[in-house]
Nanobody, 123 residues
Framework: QVQLVESGGGLVQAGGSLRVSCAAS????????MEWFRQAPGKEREFIAA????????VNWDSVKDRFTVSRDNAKNMVYLQMNDLKPEDTATYYC????????????????WGKGTQVTVSS
């Protein structure tokens, strides 16, 4: 049974930093691209960042520019999203997702999802 469990969300002031983590189990981790999405109330789920099985990364430059960095540790089956210079518009539930194969920035292409972790940025 595949499980993706996010952690590390919370309340932070604007300009602050936060790192959210995702622990994966039940899958051959190094065969999967690991991706981060977020969803704010009343909005569609939005691609944020992804890291491929071999470590290549991509981010949603329009939304997060170089403020966010994604990484993975294949030895620990973990994926991380480091978020710096947080803004109130970054407030959302952040979801970890896994996709067998290459990275794709499309919410409907994911094979597995976590339940999300809430990030709230106060102004």
């Amino acid at each position: 049974q595949v499980q993706l469990v996010e952690s590390g969300g919370g309340l932070v002031q604007a300009g602050g930093s936060l790192r959210v983590s995702c622990a994966a189990s039940g899958l051959i981790f190094n065969l999967y691209a690991m991706e981060w999405f977020r969803q704010a109330p009343g909005k569609e789920r939005e691609f944020i960042a992804a890291v491929g099985s071999s470590g290549g990364t991509t981010v949603n430059w329009d939304s997060v520019k170089d403020r966010f960095t994604v990484s993975r540790d294949n030895a620990k089956n973990m994926v991380y999203l480091q978020m710096n210079d947080l803004k109130p518009e970054d407030t959302a539930t952040y979801y970890c997702a896994a996709r067998r194969g290459p990275m794709i920035e499309w919410v409907h292409s994911m094979d597995y999802w976590g339940k999300g972790t809430q990030v709230t940025v106060s102004s």
